[in-house]
Nanobody, 125 residues
Framework: QVQLLESGGGLVRAGGSLRLSCTSSGRTFSKFSLNWFRQAPGKEREFVAGLSWGGTTTDYADSVKGRFTTSRDNAKNTVYLQMNSLKPEDTAVYYC??????????????????WGQGTQVTVSS
């Protein structure tokens, strides 16, 4: 498993941008796929975006396609989520997460073994 630490949340107006970072201290970081989830009050945690362990393949929820971009820098053990054209409905606590095993890419919360502490993103109208 890897240890994950997020940063970069905050308050922004609709149409604005934020970049989240997720840093790991694990030596095998580059062998894990990474996903971003979010959870709004009263709602279930949902998949937002993810990328393969090599970073060559990405996937996005329909609700964020064309607005969010995820990338990774394995040399820095860091994954990023660039969020543009933010909407009030993007308001949530955002989490990065990794599965239990290397070289697999599940995208459901129940199959994640490591979670960051979460960072609040609030988009005002």
């Amino acid at each position: 498993q890897v240890q994950l630490l997020e940063s970069g949340g905050g308050l922004v107006r609709a149409g604005g941008s934020l970049r989240l970072s997720c840093t790991s201290s694990g030596r095998t970081f580059s062998k894990f796929s990474l996903n971003w989830f979010r959870q709004a009050p009263g709602k279930e945690r949902e998949f937002v975006a993810g990328l393969s362990w090599g970073g060559t393949t990405t996937d996005y929820a329909d609700s964020v396609k064309g607005r969010f971009t995820t990338s990774r820098d394995n040399a820095k053990n860091t994954v990023y989520l660039q969020m543009n054209s933010l909407k009030p409905e993007d308001t949530a606590v955002y989490y990065c997460a990794a599965p239990r095993y290397i070289h697999v890419w599940p995208k459901v919360a129940e199959q994640m073994a490591s979670w960051g502490q979460g960072t609040q993103v609030t988009v005002s109208s």
